[in-house]
């Protein structure tokens, strides 16, 4: 994870704790833990790529607006130094100026903690299964190394009449 930091709360921790001490009964398929899991992993590196991509764009250093216009008397083009300032902060906020960072990649991080938090609540439960039926068990593996790759769905783009 980009931040690994332990001591904030994760968002599913008194499930994961029901879970492990075995209070909290999922029905599901051995099949499904495989693909929750596998699905965790692909949303988990696609968050990745995107907070990668608003690293690169807070640290761009040309963006044509006329960001880099030296003053001439009283002519300056602060809208364009602005707007250049506010889309590297909206990307990502890199000099801790906000105590609430409300940037793509901080929301992306909120949403990988909770993709953590999912999957590490059905390997949880799936492991609780596993750890007392040794036939589920080898099942499992089974199924983890057999089960053929699934194809993540399609991104649904809505178009709006007249556009």
Same mark, same amino acid.
């Given at each position: 994870m980009p931040d690994d930091d332990t001591t904030s709360a994760s968002p599913l921790a008194n499930l994961i704790t029901e879970a492990r001490e075995g209070r909290l009964t999922i029905r599901m398929d051995l099949e499904k833990f495989v693909?929750?899991? $596998?699905?965790?992993?692909?949303? #988990?590196? +696609?968050?990745? #790529?995107?907070? $990668?991509? @608003?690293t690169e764009i807070s640290q *761009? /250093?040309?963006?044509?607006?006329?960001?880099?216009? &030296?003053?001439?008397? /009283? %002519? /300056?083009?602060?809208?364009? #130094?602005? @707007? +250049? !300032? $506010?889309? $590297?902060?909206?990307? !990502?906020?890199?000099d801790?100026? &906000?105590?609430?960072?409300?940037? +793509?990649?901080? +929301?992306m991080e909120s949403h990988y903690k909770v993709i953590? /938090?999912? *999957?590490?609540?059905? !390997?949880?439960? %799936?492991? %609780?299964? &596993?750890?007392v039926d040794t036939e589920q068990a080898a099942k499992y593996q089974?199924?983890?190394?057999?089960?053929?790759?699934q194809a993540p769905a399609q991104a649904k783009i809505f178009s709006w009449p007249g556009l």
């Open positions: 693909y929750i899991d $596998r699905d965790c992993e692909y949303f #988990k590196d +696609v968050i990745l #790529k995107i907070q $990668r991509t @608003m *761009q /250093d040309k963006w044509g607006l006329g960001e880099s216009f &030296t003053p001439q008397s /009283d %002519r /300056d083009l602060i809208s364009a #130094k602005t @707007m +250049v !300032r $506010r889309w $590297r902060n909206k990307s !990502r906020t890199l801790n100026s &906000t105590n609430s960072d409300n940037s +793509v990649y901080a +929301v953590e /938090d999912f *999957q590490t609540l059905f !390997r949880t439960v %799936r492991e %609780r299964i &596993t750890s089974d199924l983890e190394a057999n089960l053929p790759q």
